[in-house]
């Protein structure tokens, strides 16, 4: 017959499943700062990528931050642009 278990016993599985707890609250804390420094890398990388897309075709030294805006809003705001974008936002992702 299994001896029954004493009150350090009980103590003791107490302890050791408490110090589980935080040393997976620790990893967990861990993990998430690396999602975010990811996530965040990831954001950094797409957007200077888009920003030498954008400089192949609009010489940064000829126009100011406002012009380029005024030049991308009224791109963005063309018929065929937003017909080509709206199939585009319709596609099924991979």
């Given at each position: ?8 016993d009980v103590?003791a599985?107490r302890?050791r ?6 040393s997976?609250?620790?990893?967990l804390?861990?993990?998430?700062a690396?999602e975010?420094?990811?996530t965040?890398k990831e ?7 888009h920003?030498a897309?954008?400089?192949q075709?609009?010489?940064p030294?000829?126009y100011?931050t406002?012009q ?5 809003k009224?791109?963005f705001?063309?018929p065929d642009v937003?017909g080509?974008?709206?199939k585009?936002?319709?596609e099924?992702?991979?």
């Amino acid at each position: 017959m299994a001896r029954k278990k004493t009150l350090d016993d009980v103590r003791a599985d107490r302890e050791r499943t408490e110090q589980k707890i935080k040393s997976e609250e620790q990893r967990l804390k861990i993990l998430r700062a690396q999602e975010k420094e990811l996530t965040r890398k990831e954001r950094t990388h797409r957007l200077c990528n888009h920003g030498a897309m954008l400089e192949q075709y609009l010489d940064p030294e000829k126009y100011t931050t406002e012009q380029i805006e005024v030049i991308l809003k009224t791109v963005f705001n063309l018929p065929d642009v937003i017909g080509m974008l709206s199939k585009k936002e319709q596609e099924p992702t991979a």
